[in-house]
T-cell receptor, first 112, second 109 residues
Framework: NAGVTQTPKFRILKIGQSMTLQCTQD?????MYWYRQDPGMGLKLIYY???????DKGEVPNGYNVSRSTTEDFPLRLELAAPSQTSVYFC???????????FGQGTRLTVV | RKEVEQDPGPFNVPEGATVAFNCTYS??????FFWYRQDCRKEPKLLMS???SGNEDGRFTAQLNRASQYISLLIRDSKLSDSATYLC??????????FGAGTRLFVKA
């Protein structure tokens, strides 16, 4: 049972580099989310999507972009990496209503 | 004001103790409420949903007070395995899901 899969699990980037964090779910969930979690802190919502072709900003969208071309995939793009983007990134998905959100195992990103 | 606020703790309790966490939220239009558990360096996982009438799952009891805009989690007979961070989660508008910063719990033998 794959659930929500994130790749890569770990990455070190240099300042100014770009990368895409991949997120795929095989549960046919409409809602998908990207969060970041800084050390000792809670999760902050970056972007979310309510279905293919629809995305919206969360609490901390600056420096990130997303796309949702299919129901399964919700990649997160960092264009110009900065040290402030060092964090653990979690992708999550769920169905509608009061359904719980299922999380991927996270991507640990360090920008140096 | 943060949308969801929790006491960060940490709470240090002995095994067998009862411990309670509170969480307040700012948006009165919030519709759904949850408690998630997060172990160190792991992804969050659902502990329980929170219903208006209050609900219980074994040693865990969750309550919602819409008038005062807070939810609570009570853990009875704490176990060593309950040591984790407990995240208060509020969903608004059906899809925007906001997490609190979490409350850390340490249960000691």
């Amino acid at each position: 049972n794959a659930g929500v899969t994130q790749t890569p699990k770990f990455r070190i980037l240099k300042i100014g580099q770009s990368m895409t964090l991949q997120c795929t779910q095989d549960m046919n969930h409409n809602y998908m989310y990207w969060y970041r979690q800084d050390p000792g802190m809670g999760l902050k919502l970056i972007y979310y999507s309510v279905g293919a072709g629809i995305t919206d900003k969360g609490e901390v969208p600056n420096g990130y972009n997303v796309s949702r071309s299919t129901t399964e995939d919700f990649p997160l793009r960092l264009e110009l990496a900065a040290p402030s983007q060092t964090s653990v990134y979690f992708c999550a998905s769920r169905t509608g209503g009061d359904a719980e959100a299922f999380f991927g195992q996270g991507t640990r990103l360090t920008v140096v | 004001r943060k949308e969801v606020e929790q006491d960060p703790g940490p709470f240090n309790v002995p095994e067998g103790a009862t411990v309670a966490f509170n969480c307040t939220y700012s948006n009165s239009a919030s519709q759904s409420f949850f408690w998630y558990r997060q172990d160190c360096r792991k992804e969050p996982k659902l502990l329980m949903s929170v219903y208006s009438s209050g609900n219980e799952d074994g040693r865990f009891t969750a309550q919602l007070n819409r008038a005062s805009q807070y939810i609570s989690l009570l853990i009875r007979d704490s176990k060593l395995s309950d040591s984790a961070t407990y995240l208060c989660v509020v969903r608004t508008g059906g899809f925007k899901t906001i997490f609190g910063a979490g409350t850390r719990l340490f249960v000691k033998a």
